[in-house]
């Protein structure tokens, strides 16, 4: 699993917007990633869906609802190729809707 975590932290450096964080697992399947706010995970999912990537919003893992800003996303089954791919396509689903927000993409 290190190749397709390393795959997964190098994409999000690279396609990712400098104003999100993320974890960088030392074991396990899944990276959580954490946006601005101002972005709901949730509804940004169909969004995701058209450009062929999925993801578990963060507020699935919170009893009070918190989370709408996070994501947890997962490498344990996808190749290296695809995880760079999908994170490349989730990372340009995340600018523009941060573009049209107006929110600050670093």
């Given at each position: 699993?290190?190749?397709?975590?390393?795959?997964?932290?190098?994409?999000?450096?690279?396609?990712?917007?400098?104003?999100?964080?993320?974890?960088?697992?030392?074991?396990?399947f899944?990276?959580?990633?954490?946006?601005?706010?101002?972005?709901?995970?949730?509804?940004?999912?169909?969004?995701?869906?058209?450009?062929?990537?999925?993801?578990?919003?963060?507020?699935a893992?919170?009893?009070?609802?918190?989370?709408?800003?996070?994501?947890r996303?997962?490498?344990?089954?996808?190749?290296?190729?695809?995880?760079?791919?999908?994170?490349k396509?989730?990372g340009?689903?995340?600018?523009?809707?941060?573009?049209?927000?107006?929110?600050?993409?670093?």
């Open positions: 699993y290190k190749v397709r975590r390393d795959a997964m932290l190098e994409s999000l450096d690279e396609h990712f917007p400098a104003t999100a964080q993320w974890t960088k697992p030392g074991g396990g899944y990276v959580w990633v954490t946006l601005p706010p101002e972005i709901d995970t949730t509804a940004l999912m169909p969004k995701a869906i058209v450009a062929k990537v999925a993801y578990v919003p963060g507020n893992f919170y009893a009070d609802g918190l989370g709408s800003w996070s994501m996303l997962s490498y344990c089954h996808p190749t290296p190729e695809r995880i760079r791919d999908g994170v396509a989730l340009g689903v995340i600018k523009q809707e941060m573009q049209r927000r107006g929110t600050a993409l670093n």
